[in-house]
């Protein structure tokens, strides 16, 4: 691993399409950056960004911190959490989801895989 710096809110991201499925309401996209993966491909860092909408995922076992946007993720069965520019968050692997993206929301994330 090299060291780096990346000023997160001017990073160029792909598209990264949902599946049609996670879809809720509205037409949310995806795109997004890794920016570092381990050797055995358990550990992710990137970046991540999603326009307004309402989709569905099942969640890895992930901290993030929102650089920018608002939503609301209500995690099944748990709570209801409102995140904005400045917060970090920690989902658990398999925690059911349903994102409200109020305002495209970018993050900075760090994915640990079983």
């Not at 997160?8 to 792909?14: G, K, N, R, T």
């Not at 995690?75 to 209801?80: A, D, F, K, M």
Request: with cysteine; aromatic share 6%; hydrophobic share 40%.
């Amino acid at each position: 691993m090299s060291t780096f710096a990346v000023h997160i809110p001017a990073a160029e991201l792909e598209a990264d399409p949902l599946d049609p499925a996670q879809i809720v309401s509205g037409t949310p996209e995806v795109s997004g950056k890794v920016l570092w993966e381990s050797e055995d491909g358990k550990q992710i860092r990137g970046i991540w960004q999603i326009t307004p909408g309402v989709v569905t995922d099942t969640e890895a076992n992930e901290l993030f911190v929102v650089v920018s946007g608002r939503a609301t993720i209500e995690i099944r069965g748990g709570t209801t959490i409102e995140v904005g520019p400045g917060d970090a968050c920690v989902l658990q692997e398999g925690d059911e989801t349903v994102w409200t993206v109020h305002e495209t929301l970018r993050k900075a994330y760090h994915i640990t895989l079983p």
